[in-house]
């Protein structure tokens, strides 16, 4: 039953977006956390806040700031750590 509600409301999202009703101006937010590695924000901007934080919380990663996913190799933790480095601003 709450896989349904999640499912609709995610279907309702992607329609609303398609009507025009909103310009998914949450998956801005949620790209946003990502690339900060901002658990908390995602959490905040997912559909089920409550699902994803018990998602993570039952299989902690051993790198924080990462996920299980990738641990040690997260592409967004490498890549930030390679802008802090640059000499120069790569989207000039
Ligand atoms: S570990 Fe991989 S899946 Fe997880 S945040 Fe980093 S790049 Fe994304």
Same mark, same amino acid.
Not at 15 to 35: C, F, P, Q, S, T
Not at 48 to 64: N, V
């Given at each position: 039953?709450?896989?349904?509600?999640?499912?609709?409301?995610?279907?309702?999202?992607?329609?609303?977006?398609?009507?025009?009703?909103?310009?998914?101006?949450?998956?801005?937010?949620?790209?946003?956390?990502?690339? /900060? &590695?901002?658990? #908390?924000?995602?959490?905040? $901007?997912?559909?089920?806040?409550? +699902?994803?934080?018990?998602?993570?919380?039952?299989?902690?990663?051993?790198?924080?700031?990462?996920?299980?996913?990738?641990?040690?190799?997260?592409?967004? /933790? &490498?890549?930030? #750590?390679?802008?802090?480095? $640059?000499?120069?601003?790569?989207? +000039?």
């Amino acid at each position: 039953m709450k896989e349904g509600l999640i499912a609709s409301r995610i279907g309702a999202y992607v329609g609303d977006m398609a009507k025009g009703i909103h310009n998914g101006e949450l998956d801005l937010v949620m790209a946003n956390a990502r690339k /900060k &590695l901002d658990w #908390e924000g995602q959490y905040a $901007a997912a559909i089920c806040p409550a +699902d994803a934080r018990a998602i993570r919380d039952a299989k902690p990663p051993e790198d924080p700031d990462t996920c299980t996913m990738c641990g040690s190799y997260c592409a967004v /933790k &490498l890549v930030n #750590e390679w802008l802090d480095d $640059a000499s120069q601003d790569v989207f +000039d």
